[in-house]
């Protein structure tokens, strides 16, 4: 899956939600023969940027009702991907398109299968052993998902019962973590529409995972109104973008055009179309608000790690 993104196509591409296309400064545009980039080099050679992203992780990112790579994530990416056209000096660039899962991520980034993976990755410590992050793009919470007539309240109404996760995800290591505690059965799949569809036929009593898209998965299922988040915040997680820890000059390219979006007005209308408004031909809405870490993540964009 492939499409090509120009500085007239993104502005096409963005139109739907008011925003246009992220320029870089002509001032901040080194000469590519003075920089050591691996992707650079690589994008200006094929004329193509490879992009991860996932297919059920409304509103990151997900396929739309055709099939195609949409979300918050990546509009972000495409933003990345008009920046790297710029800096090399491209008239277009194309971008191909790999769907990836929680379980195979990692591999795909450290093995230069896509540049950038563009979805609700949590920086962690033992993940940045592997990989490099971007400066945070939203801030989210680990607590679960139930039947709201399970009277699941919290972990303590767990015992005997079956909790899943996505295998790979943040949600998998709390899950395995207090599987002795609180005396529950743990089932890992391979994505979070799997591990819904174990709540949603009663296979599961509890979904782990990050509430923003626990609240994607219940908004566009059948009947929203069953199922409700509950529980403690396990863990606050910094979402980010994925990419090559082997390569600085890449990284300093996406961390500044996320830092000059979230810093500009086009944050806000990112959040309202793709957290506050209906979405696809469902009109599926999460209705959320951005948080005050959220907010605080705009202001002042970070990699650091809030483990």
């Known amino acids: 899956m492939s499409s090509l993104v120009s500085a007239s196509s993104l502005q096409r591409l963005l139109a739907g939600i008011g925003l246009a296309a992220a320029l870089v400064p002509a001032a901040q545009a080194q000469n590519l023969q003075d920089s050591q980039s691996p992707v650079l080099d690589r994008i200006r050679e094929t004329g193509t940027i490879t992009l991860g992203y ?6 990151f990112s997900f396929g739309d009702d055709n099939g195609k790579p949409a979300g918050y994530a990546v509009d972000l ?4 991907a008009d920046a790297a056209r710029q800096k090399l000096g491209l008239k277009d660039i194309k971008v191909r398109w790999l ?5 195979n991520r990692v591999p795909a980034v450290v093995n230069g299968l896509v540049d950038l993976d563009c979805a609700p990755n949590t920086n962690t410590l033992e993940r940045q052993k592997q990989v490099a992050f971007s400066v945070s793009h939203y801030v989210s919470t680990v607590r679960m998902l139930v039947r709201a007539d399970s009277g699941i309240k919290s972990f303590d109404d767990l015992r005997g019962k ?3 996760t996505s295998a790979g995800s943040t949600g998998d290591r709390h899950v395995r973590r207090l599987k002795a505690e609180y005396g529950y059965r743990d089932v890992y799949t391979k994505d979070h529409g799997e591990s819904f569809l174990l709540l949603e036929t009663g296979r599961a009593q509890a979904f782990v995972m990050d509430d923003v898209l626990l609240a994607g998965l219940r908004a566009k299922s059948k009947n929203p109104s069953l199922y409700v988040i509950v529980g403690p915040a396990l863990s606050v997680e910094q979402n980010a973008l994925m990419l090559s820890k082997s390569d600085p000059e890449w990284k300093r390219l996406v961390d500044q055009t996320l830092a000059r979006t979230f810093t500009g ?12 408004q209906p979405i696809g031909a469902r009109g599926t809405n999460l209705a959320l608000a951005p948080s005050a870490e959220v907010l605080q993540a705009w202001k002042h964009p970070s990699d650091v790690v809030t483990e």
Request: hydrophobic content about 45%.
């Open 162 to 164: 079956t909790v899943v």
């Open 99 to 103: 769907p990836l899962s929680p379980q």
């Open 265 to 276: 007005p086009d944050a806000a209308a990112l959040q309202k179309h793709w957290f506050q």
């Open 77 to 80: 990416c495409l933003r990345v």
């Open 54 to 59: 996932r297919e059920s992780a409304l509103p």
